[in-house]
């Protein structure tokens, strides 16, 4: 098919006409995206780009096994679970197979990682019987009124924290390089923040349901907690009879290259993981992974269906997806390609001194951009205008965190290490132009 070609202009006025300001716009001039292959988009002028950021996309762009799957379940049949069909069975037990730990044995399955985390938080809450959400600051779980009132990331609103509902109560992110507590007792020394809080009247005492997190955290820029640091809070958490949900639509699915689920490489067994993004490779696909009491307890609100939640069609994409990261061995290449990136970016850190950290692990990382390597002073305009530069030098990456200083970088897990040296080639050249 082709794609039209627009006047960029006339587009953007065209888009504003008829959706909310609030709705996310990346780049001043958009790029005209006609087709993707691999880890690369191709521009309407053929024009091709490294896409550093889609971390959807998990088996690539376009790819023809996922295309061809989808599209003959498409012709088939496109239905819901009222009836059999051996795909939804079949996806279940595969992400059963892919478990963290036997206990985590029953599948609910959902549209996106908002819907999941929504899941998640009501199924701590029926099954506690309590209502409390502890979660931690600048995290990002989703839209929806649940998944939004735990989520804290939005960097332009300072009342993010201050905003929530009652029910959810935020600490610290753990974060040993610009965060309150660093060195080697920061692991204890967050931890003791979830003990005050929990000891504190204004805390959640006696009413808590849950707590959630990123297991790496993702939407910080791939900050990686101290050692020990989850282990201490699951432990807290549980002694005062809430449930551990490990967000992991991010972090989760071979990105770490070293582990599947980030809470198995943070060394700790959620009761309540939720995936999404990479399940579906860009078709809406979620799902939450937990244990069969805590799945049982839905039923004394009646029955749980979704529309389009673990149709045909949508779990022949979630195996395609799960059938080419093994056959393709994509979460090696997460830990190949992503350990010669960040020695490659450690590498550049010591001739540029606007990169503070290189956080992360496997094909999930964080470039820190700071102007002053003592005080951290954030490189938050640099970050954008960088990120502006490499776009017209053929690289899409993008800020995140609550300064909008580090450039995330999460891309296909198919990345090449060609892709990842020109990357690393294009950061090197723009930042030599001084910032
Ligand atoms: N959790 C995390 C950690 C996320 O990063 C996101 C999306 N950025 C969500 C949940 C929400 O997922 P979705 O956009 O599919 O609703």
Redesign the pocket.
């Given at each position: 098919p082709q794609a039209s070609v627009v006047d960029p202009a006339g587009e953007l006025a065209r888009r504003a006409a008829v959706m909310a300001a609030a709705q996310e716009k990346y780049y001043e001039q958009p790029p005209q995206i006609e087709r993707g292959w691999r880890e690369l988009l191709i521009d309407t002028r053929g024009r091709s780009y490294v896409d550093m950021v889609n971390n959807v996309a998990v088996i690539g762009h376009s790819h023809p096994r996922f295309s061809r799957a989808v599209g003959d379940q498409l012709r088939l049949l496109n239905t819901n679970s009222r009836f059999l069909y051996s795909a939804l069975a079949d996806l279940c037990e595969r992400i059963v197979a892919k478990s963290p730990d036997p206990g985590l044995d029953t599948v609910l399955l959902v549209n996106?990682?908002?819907?999941a985390?929504d899941l998640a938080l009501r199924l701590a809450r029926i099954h506690t019987g309590r209502g409390g959400v502890v979660a931690l600051r600048e995290g990002?779980?989703?839209?929806t009124m649940a998944?939004d009132a735990v989520s804290t990331s939005a960097f332009d609103n300072p009342h993010a924290v201050a905003s929530r509902p009652d029910w959810v109560h935020i600490i610290d992110a753990p974060n040993s390089y610009r965060g309150r507590h660093r060195g080697a007792a920061a692991a204890a020394d967050y931890a003791a923040d979830l003990a005050h809080l929990l000891a504190d009247p204004d805390g959640p005492g006696g009413d808590l349901a849950a707590f959630i997190s990123?297991p790496v955290l993702?939407?910080a820029g791939g900050v990686v907690p101290p050692e020990g640091y989850l282990g201490l809070v699951y432990e807290q958490i549980r002694a005062h009879g809430g449930l551990c949900i490990a967000?992991e639509?991010?972090v989760g699915y071979g990105r770490l290259g070293s582990h599947f689920w980030g809470s198995a490489q943070q060394g700790v067994v959620p009761d309540i993981i939720?995936v999404?993004?990479a399940m579906g490779n860009g078709y809406p696909l979620?799902a939450v992974l937990t244990r069969r009491d805590i799945a049982e307890s839905l039923a004394r609100e009646g029955n749980f269906f979704s529309s389009a939640g673990g149709s045909p069609v949508s779990c022949v994409a979630g195996l395609a997806v799960l059938d080419v990261i093994r056959d393709e061995s994509l979460q090696e290449n997460a830990d190949a390609v992503g350990r010669h990136l960040a020695g490659r970016l450690a590498l550049l850190a010591e001739r540029h001194p606007l990169i503070g950290m290189v956080h992360g692990m496997g094909l999930y990382l964080g470039v820190e951009l700071v102007r002053d390597r003592d005080s951290l002073e954030p490189a938050t305009s640099e970050t954008t205008a960088i990120c502006e530069r490499m776009l017209e030098l053929g690289v899409i990456v993008q800020p995140t965190s609550e300064r909008q200083n580090v450039l995330k970088i999460k891309p296909p897990l198919c990345l090449s290490r060609e892709s990842a040296d020109f990357f690393v080639d294009r950061l090197d050249e723009v930042l030599q132009d001084g910032w």
């Open positions: 996106s990682g908002s819907e985390v990002y779980h989703g839209w998944s990123e993702g939407n967000d639509v991010q939720t999404a993004k979620g």
